[in-house]
């Protein structure tokens, strides 16, 4: 008899991490219900409003087709057609590279930083459910899923994520530690995504 499915009903009442699995499955549900709620309202898709998002936070150098599609796991044709179809809609648009002239940066509009600012609100109701919780709770479930999203990246099956837990400049001592600002870390001090990551050597 094969294993049992870790979607069987029967299966998550015996086994807690099939329970786990199936409590992230509901939550990636909830975040892609909000994506496309917001999507529908603007009459845009969900990745063109993820790219919307970062396009307005990162900096111009992460500002490419290329990482956008590291970032989201996805290929750069997929991320090529959102952002042909976002440069359509007059929401961005893309100059030359000053170090690759065979490589675009993306640079929001004025028009497309004010779509930006209202559709990156879809993750709000996730963000007022977590205030319920405790800081120091918030800070123990970021570094378990932190610690997961570790893992996934040593399995490549996700990218490997700018994070502390991938960063040459994070230890261990007596708990986490960042040998860049020579600080120990709270859990709610890791972060998930770094500006001042740099990939660890054995990993790069």
């Not at 750069?76 to 170090?99: C, F, G, H, M, W």
């Not at 004025?110 to 459910?129: C, H, N, S, Y």
């Not at 230890?171 to 040998?179: D, E, F, S």
Request: proline letters at 3%; one cysteine or more.
């Amino acid at each position: 008899m094969g294993k049992v499915s870790t979607f069987s009903p029967a299966q998550q009442a015996e086994n807690t991490t099939s329970k786990v699995v199936a409590a992230l499955e509901r939550l990636s549900e909830a975040f892609r219900v909000l994506l496309w709620q917001e999507a529908t309202r603007y009459g845009l898709s969900p990745i063109q409003i993820q790219v919307l998002t970062f396009l307005l936070h990162y900096p111009e150098e992460k500002r490419t087709v290329t990482s956008l599609a590291s970032y989201f796991n996805m290929t750069k044709a997929t991320i090529s057609d959102a952002v042909k179809s976002l440069e359509q809609k007059n929401y961005l648009t893309r100059k030359p590279s000053a170090t690759d002239t065979r490589s675009h940066t993306l640079h929001l509009v004025k028009e497309g930083k004010a779509i930006a600012r209202k559709v990156e609100k879809f993750a709000q109701p996730l963000e007022e459910t977590l205030a319920t919780v405790s800081e120091k709770e918030q800070g123990g479930l970021l570094e378990q899923l932190m610690q997961l999203i570790y893992q996934l990246n040593q399995q490549e099956v996700i990218n490997t994520q700018p994070m502390c837990f991938n960063c040459q400049f994070y230890t261990v001592k007596r708990g986490h530690y960042c040998n860049l600002i020579k600080t120990s870390l709270k859990p709610a001090d890791l972060r998930v995504d770094c500006s001042q990551f740099e990939l660890r050597e054995e990993e790069a």
